[in-house]
């Protein structure tokens, strides 16, 4: 939604804020220890302060819960990214930024592309939402899809709120691991904008030269309406080697390179006071390109129109939108020598939800109820078995959500979400999360929720059919075959979280635990039948259960008054799924066991911004190698393909510097020393990058 009503005076928040959650269950009541020993002397420097800490600004949050309120406040783990962390980074795209967000994992897979993954779940788990809008492109891939953080330019984005943990009591499936919101920039009453170019210059064969041109303007049209636009025309060679080459000296996917064309506009009328009216429309080709000298592989359109409004309602806040997308997919025949019928993806989204706040017992009761109903269709005719896949899916959902300040120092957050899918029928995901503020910036935090995701519509079609060289096989070593089956059921999870937070005048720190129990985890299961390519094929199944556990942590520290320490991880302590007989467990996704980012930024002077970070890459968790055992005798060892074997590093720097008060030049060198995983292991990061890019605004 674009804006909900303002929770009460915000205690304390920062630019930059982390927040945890921990499992109190038998075998992980250790981390509960470890977190409370942590953090004790840390406990008694806060209280033994004598002033509660206020910070000069306040950022208040959507996208953790339905009523705006501080980072810190929010019954949640999140963290926010505005547009001065983009600037002073000098990032091209959202993924430079993202590195620095604890929990989350950032590395590319065995098709060569990057994706989000939350707490060791798989990159499929995390939502991205564009204005508190699911996007559904990526349901035009199979795979290979090289994700939805590009459809923004980044000129156009005011911040990015990343919420840690399940979040499908608000945005229904597909939140199970985490939520990426991106929040645009609003509409303005006088004309103003930027413009940003941006060049990187590769020394490697495997990573190839880049450049864009990205814009955003906005002002007034007339009395009480505005208009705001933005656009990218961005390429990305292919590279000479691509990424997905391994050890066998053969690619595992043969196009990393694109060429993105953006425009999108908004229009905004207030025609009184309590009331807005929005109109936006977008529209998007990507083209992904094939080695040097071959035909482009993909071609990616992406349309979507949209109406929304906002009206004050006395003392409530209505909130509504009218949003379709259409998504096509084309692939090159480069025996035919023309484009393949395309896959296509259409959704048609309708939501309101109201926002109100009333008194219970004297205590401050905010609450939301809202509800949507949804309609997707897919048209799939590249399948490897020839036949056309297609479908459709009505589902709606209704939705409540409720803040109690139970006392002065604690808040009670309660959620329930009854969703009805047209296959699954009826599901309901409660939540219930707690805030206990210690004062002087010292906040505990700690919940429980449900989560849930349907099976998409391939998967159920008992005709679909998908290659895989390994990933997609796990348990077992690929190459195999998976086909769909209709029999499929809901994947759904139990998720606690536990943590501490501080926020201090010149320090902010946090510290969260997790644990996800995750039942009918969706994957493949092994038959003893073959394909006509002599593969053996698998067939979508429930698996018994997936479990992953660890510990988020995050500071953000300000050393002088022109020089900020910022350090991030994660530590994954458990991934691993099992499957019928199988004694040992498998890691749930490519998942470093820890992963860590630490950097420095510094304000030179007026005009000089100079930041560098080093991002540790630890052996992937739950890392596995078995010899082989022939099938049918119990169990089949496997390493999946995308197992990283060894710790690498990444290092980053670069410099931002003020020209004049119009514009910015900002220069860096991305993976300094070139540093890569193992050679076995089936993905590459990008090579040494230089970078150089200049941003006008006005």
Known sequence: MPSYQTNSPARVCGNRNIRAALPPTGRLAGLLIGLTALTAPAIAVAQAETEEVVLDTVVLVTSASSIATSIQDAPASITVIDQSDIQAKGARDLKDVLRTVPGLNLTRGNDGNSQVSFRGLSSSRTLTLIDGKRISSRNTFARHYQGDLQIVP????????????????????????????????????????????????????????????????????????????????????????????????????????????????????????????????????????????????????????????????????????????????????????????????????????????TSLTGRQLDYTIGGLVAHEKLNDPQTTSNALIEGSVNTAALYAEARLQATEALSLTTGLRMDHHERFGTHVTPRIYANYDFGNGLMLKGGYSQAFVAPDLRNLNPNYQMGSRGNGCKPYQGPCTIIGNPDLQPETSDNFEIGLNYQGERSSWEVTAFYNDVENMISARRTNDVAANGNPIFVRDNFDYGKTAGVEFGLDYDITNDLTWITSGTYIAKSEFKYGDFDTAYPMATTPKWNITTGLTWQANDRLNLSGEVTYVGKQAGYVVEEGLVVGSGEQASVPAGQNSKAYYLVNVAAAYDLNDMATLNVGIDNLFNDQPETDVSYRENGRLFTLGITTRF
Do not use: C
């Open 154 to 357: 980044l000129d156009a984005i005011e911040r990015i709120e990343v919420v840690r943990g399940p979040m499908s009591t608000l945005y229904g499936s597909d939140a199970m691991g985490g939520v990426i919101n991106i929040i645009t920039k609003k509409a303005t009453d006088t004309w103003s904008g930027s413009l940003t170019t941006d060049f990187a210059f590769a020394d490697e064969n495997s990573t190839a030269d880049s450049r864009s041109v990205t814009g955003f303007i906005s002002g007034p049209l007339g009395q009480n309406l505005n208009l705001s636009a933005w656009g990218k025309l961005a390429e990305i060679e292919a590279p000479d080697e691509p990424y997905g080459y391994s050890s066998s000296a053969s690619p595992l996917y043969t196009s990393n390179g694109t060429r993105t064309k953006t425009l999108g506009a908004r229009l905004t009328w207030i025609p009184q006071e309590g009331m807005e009216w929005g109109a936006e429309a977008q529209a998007s080709v990507d083209n992904y390109l094939g080695n040097p000298g071959e035909h482009d592989s993909n071609e990616v359109t992406k349309k979507s129109f949209g109406l929304t409004n906002e009206w004050q309602l006395g003392q409530g806040h209505l909130s509504s939108y009218l949003r379709h997308e259409t998504s096509g997919n084309e692939t090159w025949n480069s025996t035919s020598g023309a484009w393949n019928d395309p896959i296509d993806y259409d959704t048609t989204t309708l939501e309101s939800r109201y926002t109100s706040q």
